[in-house]
């Protein structure tokens, strides 16, 4: 792959104020990438299970990975950082700028190819990719559409982990309705059944749940204290892990799902 790979302007977008939504916060911030957010930053979390489940039994070094609306590249860079040769795409330009900028600083340049497309409308033929790595933009898209362009386009065997937010968390809930800075662009939070539809074509689907109550811990107050934001997460993170065992139907509530597929 190029050091630094041209931004491919390949598919016409269907979503001109996303994508203006997105330039813009990219130009000036980086507050709606979740790695950038010390919450999701705390371990065991549902970014390091997704990303183990990325790779299965085997390592990704090597492997031909897609990662979907990739923002400003932090996911590109855990992934190319475990050796992966990495197409980062997104409809943001600005976004895919600063992903190219951040793998350049990681000495990471040579191992990415950066795509400007939409993720229902992959420029990429049959049975290409090896894995795909999706987190955080299902508000914003046709689900079924998406699932279908991820299976066409992995190999027969190859898997993808989607990291995405739920609809139903009751605080959430009440946060997006009072702060949300997504109102303008009207996303539509993913529920079970939204999943479900992104993993009709596949032959294997797993949707596992996490942060129930350790959503508390995301709250600026804990969050910007690092002392305090350890043991808190730890704590809920237990109790959540308890209270899901036992009540299998609270699934629904967690605020962030991870969706494993296999073609
Ligand atoms: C909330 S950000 C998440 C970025 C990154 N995945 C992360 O977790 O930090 C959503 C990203 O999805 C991208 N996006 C939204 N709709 C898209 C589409 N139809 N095709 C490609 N990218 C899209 C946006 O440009 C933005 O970079």
Request: charged share 25%.
């Amino acid at each position: 792959m190029s050091k630094v790979a041209p931004l491919n302007e390949t598919t016409h977008t269907e979503h001109p104020s996303v994508e203006e939504h997105y330039d813009k916060v990219w130009t000036e911030e980086e507050g709606e990438a979740w790695e950038s957010w010390p919450f999701f930053r705390q371990n065991p979390s549902a970014l390091s299970f997704a990303l183990d489940r990325l790779a299965g039994n085997a390592s990704l070094a090597d492997k031909l990975v897609l990662d979907l609306a990739c923002g400003v590249g932090y996911s590109t860079q855990e992934l190319a950082g475990r050796g992966a040769r990495v197409f980062p795409l997104d409809l943001s330009s600005q976004g895919l700028r600063k992903t190219l900028q951040r793998l350049e600083r990681a000495r990471l340049g040579d191992k990415v190819a950066a795509v400007r497309s939409s993720v229902e409308q992959l420029p990429f033929a049959d049975a290409s990719i090896e894995a795909v790595f999706a987190q955080n933009f299902l508000m914003h898209v046709n689900p079924e559409l998406v699932g279908r362009e991820v299976w066409r386009v992995l190999k027969p065997g190859g898997r993808a982990i989607f990291v995405e937010p739920l609809a139903h968390h009751p605080l959430v809930k009440l946060y997006r309705t009072l702060f949300s800075s997504y109102k303008g662009i009207k996303p539509k939070w993913s529920s079970r059944e939204d999943l479900q539809l992104l993993g009709q074509p596949f032959s294997y689907t797993k949707t596992s749940g996490f942060y129930l109550l350790t959503a508390l811990a995301s709250v600026g107050f804990i969050q910007k204290r690092p002392w305090l934001l350890k043991p808190v997460f730890t704590v809920l993170h237990g109790l959540d892990r308890l209270l899901l065992k036992l009540f299998p139907g609270l699934e629904k509530y967690t605020w962030v799902s991870v969706t494993e597929l296999v073609k």
